[in-house]
T-cell receptor, first 111, second 115 residues
Framework: GESVGLHLPTLSVQEGDNSIINCAYSNSASDYFIWYKQESGKGPQFIIDIRSNMDKRQGQRVTVLLNKTVKHLSLQIAATQPGDSAVYFCAEMNRDDKIIFGKGTRLHILP | DTGVSQDPRHKITKRGQNVTFRCDPISEHNRLYWYRQTLGQGPEFLTYFQNEAQLEKSRLLSDRFSAERPKGSFSTLEIQRTEQGDSAMYLC?????????????FGPGTRLTVL
């Protein structure tokens, strides 16, 4: 069946360092992937997306990498800031337009 | 604020009571989605609408749950005879079905606590 999961529940990173959050997915037929950021008491906020015909996409301070061979997705955040503290979810959107979320990784920023 | 809004933000109820939540999507967004999120988990899909038509319902949506979008704008999600297991954050999202953009915009959620 379809499932999207994350390798680590918590990640602590020094302020200013780069953060890398990983995700594994199981549905090889998935064609669209998204990273969401969720701060306490708020709904998920779109960060960046990538289609299955790409292996890398860059945004402002964020990069998403897709490795279809091993069904692995990662989010890289450059120069991590205190405002990056949140739970990050990888997700896939299927053809039926439903988002399937993983369990999330909590990112802690150390001063 | 022109984002997705949800009301109420918090709801505490006793087991067996009925509750109703409201979602106002972004104007002109024709697709509206409901998700449920329990503590420490990612959101899970419940149902979605295209305009006023309910296109799909998850197996998670028992017969105690009903959702409507009568005029193709705001939507309501009702839970009848609430159970403690219904305690969760209920999230609404919307998007416009056009072009290649598939991003769904989420509201702040309604946190339900069933005592």
């Amino acid at each position: 069946g379809e499932s999207v999961g994350l390798h680590l529940p918590t990640l602590s990173v020094q302020e200013g360092d780069n953060s890398i959050i990983n995700c594994a997915y199981s549905n090889s037929a998935s064609d669209y992937f998204i990273w969401y950021k969720q701060e306490s008491g708020k709904g998920p906020q779109f960060i960046i997306d990538i289609r299955s015909n790409m292996d890398k996409r860059q945004g402002q301070r964020v990069t998403v990498l897709l490795n279809k061979t091993v069904k692995h997705l990662s989010l890289q955040i450059a120069a991590t800031q205190p405002g990056d503290s949140a739970v990050y979810f990888c997700a896939e959107m299927n053809r039926d337009d439903k988002i399937i979320f993983g369990k999330g990784t909590r990112l802690h920023i150390l001063p | 604020d022109t984002g997705v809004s949800q009301d109420p933000r918090h709801k505490i109820t006793k087991r067996g009571q009925n509750v109703t939540f409201r979602c106002d999507p972004i104007s002109e967004h024709n697709r509206l989605y409901w998700y449920r999120q329990t503590l420490g988990q990612g959101p899970e899909f419940l149902t979605y609408f295209q305009n006023e038509a309910q296109l799909e319902k998850s197996r998670l949506l028992s017969d105690r749950f009903s959702a409507e979008r009568p005029k193709g704008s705001f939507s309501t999600l009702e839970i009848q005879r609430t159970e403690q297991g219904d305690s969760a954050m209920y999230l609404c999202a919307s998007r416009h079905l056009s072009g290649s953009v598939r991003e769904q915009f989420f509201g702040p959620g309604t946190r339900l606590t069933v005592l």
